[in-house]
């Protein structure tokens, strides 16, 4: 079946503009996920969903940094008025339950902030 | 704050090797580990999954070990292939506080050589 899939799969943009970067889960997923990875870094926890509800928004780097989820499915991760420091492949994961099942990432959308 | 280390940060193999990747994590108090493969460009592939109750999982020439006390888990790849070249991820769930989040080490990029 259809895995995780994002979209675009590759953004550059100017620094101060927005971006929106899209999620979709595999079907039945209930949760999803968004994290950062940074070149060098390590893989970093952004947000998560229950359902269309994120309990925890303090993975987010910055107020900059939103997101939302509706009807269950898709999500958008807002980033408004661009960083370089943003620039990073931002990837998506959902799991049929939140806590104890296998988390299954999309190829992730690479951004690049001139 | 948990936290994971991958050793080593590369490793490079002749082609039939078996060979052994090490993540250790420092909070014990975990759901699960799961090892992930990460190929340039790409998302991460889920390879196994370890319940904070289990010792081994086993998947075709791979096999992951948990020793939870120890705060460790080993990575066993046999007979190694060309096609085996990539970054390998280890995750790990906490199961209190931030369960819903993995923690990620910082990868092993493993090259295996024809």
């Known amino acids: 079946g259809a895995g995780v899939s994002q979209s675009p799969s590759n953004k550059v943009t100017e620094k101060g503009k927005d971006v929106e970067l899209r999620c979709d889960p595999i079907?039945?997923?209930?949760?999803l996920y968004w994290y950062r990875q940074s070149l060098g870094q390590g893989l970093e926890f952004l947000i998560y969903?229950?359902?269309?509800?994120?309990?925890?928004k303090s993975g987010l780097p910055s107020d900059r940094f939103s997101a939302e989820r509706t009807g269950g499915s898709v999500s958008t991760l807002t980033i408004q008025r661009t960083q370089q420091e943003d620039s990073a492949v931002y990837l998506c994961a959902s799991s049929l339950l939140l806590y104890t099942d296998t988390q299954y990432f999309g190829p992730g959308t690479r951004l690049t902030v001139l | 704050k948990q936290e994971v280390t991958q050793i080593p940060a590369a490793l490079s193999v002749p082609e039939g090797e078996n060979l052994v990747l090490n993540c250790s994590f420092t909070d014990s108090a975990i759901y699960n580990l799961q090892w992930f493969r990460q190929d340039p460009g790409k998302g991460l592939t889920s390879l196994l999954l370890?319940?904070?109750?289990?010792r081994e999982q086993t998947s075709g020439r791979l096999n992951a070990s948990l020793d939870k006390s120890s705060g460790r888990s080993t990575l066993y790849i046999a007979a190694s292939q060309p096609g085996d070249s990539a970054t390998y991820l280890c995750?790990?769930?906490?199961?209190?506080?931030?369960?819903?989040?993995?923690?990620f080490g910082k990868g092993t990029l493993l090259t295996v050589n024809p």
């Open positions: 969903f229950q359902g269309n509800s994120a309990p925890d």
């Open positions: 079907s039945g997923h209930t949760a």
């Open positions: 370890i319940q904070s109750s289990q």
């Open positions: 995750a790990v769930r906490n199961s209190g506080g931030s369960n819903y989040k993995l923690t």
